[in-house]
């Protein structure tokens, strides 16, 4: 018998199929004849199915929320309603071949793209505290920072999200640099790649990019303040000079600009000002950009929460 | 007797003196000998001077606050301080040569330069609508749009200061759209050169770009809803497309964003979003560079108005 | 076999009936044999019923929903509920009679009463250009004015609640000019005339003044901004003097108020003052009338979005 | 010698004269003679002047600020300074046949007039217990009804500013109530006559209207709560109805509207509503009143606090 | 037969049961068979039951909500869920021995206990106007403030919750007052124990220390105006001195610090800063103590409302 | 010639006198013979006066303000004014014996007395981390805490302020935990000892406790964020747990509540609650106390800017 991959939307009762899926949700439970078992909710691109896979033993595998698992089961219909009777289950490995961005919202570029990207940014930085400072941050990342979402559930909240958030604002803090020519480049840049760098540490992403919630950490301090903490920490390990230290700092408390936001000061350089806007332009170019294209022209978009409760609009005939 | 041109700090009690000087203030008064005179304060880039022009007759020339004057008369002193007895007083034509910059702060870049920088951007318009309101009302500013500043007293309140608050959007704008390559630059140029067209019937100025007051119709309506009209005006000469006509007023009207700073609807489409934080940028940038100019380094500046009552620090090492 | 008269609670399976209904919904669907059909919701006051007009075609008329229909057809029942299956169905004419306020809500004045209402305020006005713009506007109205109501939701959302709003309004001018009689009447009629008229082109309205949703020129600009240019326009076919323009626009540009209401500038002019208040004055009248008439002597009502929040007290004993 | 009655504005140094005058300031000072002696300032409409009460002893007159005084004495020259040196002075009394008018500002009706118009609506109320209510409260008030300004130095700061403002609303009320004729004018007359009546307690004001200070009770509690505290006690005294007595407190402790301005409650019956507007409307047409009559056409006046710091218009061209 | 005494999760279809239960719904419905029936809903700690006595007369006694009964029945079943059959009803006595905390939250010490605290500090006071206020009033309370909570769900909100709360407010006063030595502890404690006196008008609370809805009088005034109209009352009854009832009238007015939270006026005496401060800390530790307990350690709290929508952290190993 | 100590109120003019005084202002200047010299303002607390410390040399010593000085020299008289010419000058050193009390605002306990009370509580803390971590940036102190105030210009900005208000909260502290004793009293006495310790770093401080200005980290961080630092600085070096950490950083990062005052975190556990409210109290009973201080039984105070612009009242008759 052949067994076929199948995406969710495909699935017959009576068949058996084999997947690629997601772990949407896991949770062990006990059988009414005593016995325990996984209850997953599973899920592609073309929607969700729960799925059972009965009678385990304390070494079964472990499985996480938010990862890829390859599973073999078949379908069967409950109280008119598919369901799926696992038979076999694994994390997904490399040679798979999956390709996640048919799972799961993706950034634009690939991970290396945008991360050589920041590479080359950081080679401009001629300051040479600056570029210790960020080079140790960064290298304290590892490869979190390959996958990790900008947010939670706003903008850039996809795979990859912080690096494209963050290169898509190196290039236009280097072009309104020419504009604004009296800004230092080394104090943006630097600000532009650690401004968001604690997120990975305020929020728990899988691998996948999906953020399942905020660390006590995150919540008790916020990302902005430990950002402030890396700089201390990673200037005293470089062994900075202080008033470098001390406007990296500024730059990162301030990038939110209004209190109730996060940042008990507002930006008093010019380096902290830009950064502060090139933060707010790209979150909400994301969002508009993604508003209209949601919608039809001649329509209003529903309110985005995101856009101040706005809705947006798409022009009847092109321009 | 050698009569020499002279700046106010050089004055001195008993010479006589020619001098171009800006009229800051002109009062019609009556002597104690019952004759009428015109009691001046004439200043330069050195002070103020307060100056007498005795025994005037109803058919004397009128003189306007903020305009440019050629002066010949003497020093005088009363009362511990100098004083300055006009003998001759004319307004400054084009043959003293006089250069303005001399006198009042001015843009950096000269009119006419600013000017053709405005038509290069207007030529990449193709939308014809666009084009054609956007004419039809920049022909109706006249000689007006070469002196404006952009505001009364805050950023841009230069001679000229319309003209390059208006280029350098547009600068930031075509660099951004790089970027951003889902806006639409026919409209965003369109309501970049528009967004402040009204403000040269909002405020009046002299030629030299200072602003004495608002307009009765300033103060009514203001500058934004005066230049939603101008643009229902100017589409219906033109004979303009309706949608376009109403997504540029929805643009001027939107671009102050908060409602209390004008704007009763915040930005629906993209470019609305767009015009509104280059408009607001180029404010800020505008104030930061002047308050880090205006200080040494290691120092605080004042609280600065503009920048949301902040103080502004230059490092004290350069980076 | 007779076929009788029934509101929709009188409706039982199996019976043929005849009645007169709104359209609430209708949708063009294709049933399971491939054919084309009608699926609507009508209603009336008693109730609201799933229709169906079988097998058109794309000759057959179109309906449009909040229009007033005459209806001949079945009962049915299809899964514990009644259906009704049309045979014939057209819009309501004038010969049949139907009296609209059976329907729907509405003023408690005819229309054309509170019409002629409005004429006799404006034969007070003795100013010629006052008179000029505010006729060019009206004409300009035609017949939406005689149905249109006030609002989508708040106060005066019933058929003609623009007229019965504006009428009340005027008369309350009248009598509180005679205590402050320091007031412009013709200003202040002209004023109120024109406050909300272009709610007209804000909000679509069917006949029956129900409002399904804004235009999108209403969600751009609003109805303030667009009462202006009607002002703006309006002076300059009528040629009227520039400060009555003036004037009238800025009134209808302060009646909110609150710049987050819509108003980005406040009233400086007395008359635009008295405008605003009673504006707000017949809202709140409005919606307190009906909070009381809701509720039964000794109770408080639900809270009131439209009154601040606020509950309303109905007292136990009449006073 | 005779002595003649001059205004301030004709006071010459070396003659001796008669005059009445306001006492704006008095103190007890001792001279470098070591004499004690009473230190005034004299004002009336056309000036003030300093004035000196030599050698004073224990058993003089006291003086009060803010008195009406009839004055003998010789004008005297100090400093280049007109003084007066007091001879006689007196408290006036009736028989000096001042009136107060040519003194202060007072309301436009004698407060005979405007307190029969008070009990004129006090008749027309038809329920004994608000009458009863009202009438005890009238009569405790005494005299002081007939000077009280309605306030320290907004609006209605006036002699008779209380019962002016109290008249007006009543008769705006009487108005209103035919077109929104679902309000019961015994709750309403009642609420607008007892509204103010404790600012004669949280208020200390000459006889002249003129306030001083406020008292310590009315800082500490205010004239709304104390206000509430009246009724509590009056319908004790005349043993009212309870929801009577509880309306009438609820109307004036909303009468406010935001707490912000002294109210905990906001109107929840309509005539709550409706006293609050009453009481807003009037003190915002005084203002508005004041201020076109203090500018010429043409003119914008300066900010005015209690206009919400707003200018005002007078327009150029009568219309 | 025995029956036995049931709590609601022991309830099974057939059984005839005893058991004690609150009266948590109650209602008059007529059966098909036309004959009148009252409709409870019954609870306990273990959870509800709809329950049925039928075929009751006009002459059966009435019920309450919030109140306990003793109730004998037979345990039915009607579609898939179990319902009661009443058999007999009747109110607790004393007789019964039924421990209210069984049944309802209830504060952590006997109300006796509490009621003599508060006695206990009474006794405190020395100044016999601040005494005999406070005894006039507590006298004037009644039985209510041995059960009454104080609040309806926030804070406190539990059978004497209000003698709890005043009396840990007691405590505390007296412990900051041996640091902040220079604050009257008269005031003081007659503040707090006056302040939330008039709860007991404002909220309709039953025995069991549950709050059904707020009274009319608790709307239109509140309790903070009415505990003021209490203080006046009692002052007049026992003669007090003027400034001694102005200052607990304002002590009680001030304690909600915030207008938009009812205070019109904020502390303008040390001890009224203090019973502000005493209030609020009280709420908020008991708020924050219920929070920390119904969580785990290493575990965040769900965002609580009246800790201004924070969420509450238990750390996650013992400190 | 005797010379004798002398206050400046006790200065005549031709006087050869000895003093103790502050440096409120020096700077060098060069008189009209081109000599430099400095130009004092000295005080005490009797008032100031300018003096001269004439033909200085660049060896000369220099003087900082707010330093007590020693100085011999002679009272002059110059324009009506006298003048100070300087003899001799220098520092104070402790031989002199001079109290600094008498010179300006200290706390009412000394610095030794005060600093013993911390290392009480200090030594009532159990957890060895918190322990470390507060004594580690005690020591880091040194000196400086003997001498801070809490404040540039708020309360308890008097010379040991900081000792002052971190001792008045530790006793407070101790005493609620009493009441609310599920409060963990070592993160609450590790959390006030360190919850304004930055500030010796966010203020430039005199010995004399007297702040002339905020450092420039201090204006581009804040104390708050500064204090945190601190902590993640003295857990890495004392190796403490990292929750441990984490919660006195929560504790200082929350410890003014509102994020405008700096906190970008509220307090979410319930001894960073306490912290926040300890603090406040401390801040608003100071300003409390020293406002009735200041006044007459029966009087207001002026309006306090600590205090939300209050006025405070002190009652006219003792209770």
New interface residues.
Partial sequence: MDIEFKTISEFQAGKRVDGFFIVKKVECKVSSNNKKYLDFTLGDKTGEINSKLWNITDEDEKFNINTLVKVRGIVTEWQNALQFKIERIREVIEEDGVDIADFIPVAPFPAEVMYSEIMKYLSKIK?ED?KNIVEYILDDCGEALMYYPAAKSNHHAVRGGLLYHTT?ML??AE??C???D?L?T??LYGGIILHDVAKMEEMASSELGIVSEYT??G????H??MG??KV??AA?KVGA?S??K??L??MI?AHHY???Y?????????EA??LH?LD??DA??YD??KA?QDIEP?Q?SDRIWSL?K????????E?
Avoid: A, W
Wanted: aromatic content about 4%; charged content about 35%.
């Fill in positions: 300051n600056i898509t290039k236009s072009k309104l020419e504009i604004y009296f230092n080394d104090l006590i950490e919540q008790l301090l916020g902005i303040v402030v903490k201390e920490m005293e000079d008033e470098i001390m406007l700092e500024h408390l209004e209190p109730e996060g940042s008990p000061k507002k930006p008093m350089i010019p000002e830009m806007r707010d332009l909400k170019m508009m950009r209209v001649g209003m101040d706005r809705t947006v609009y798409k022009p009847l005939k321009i």
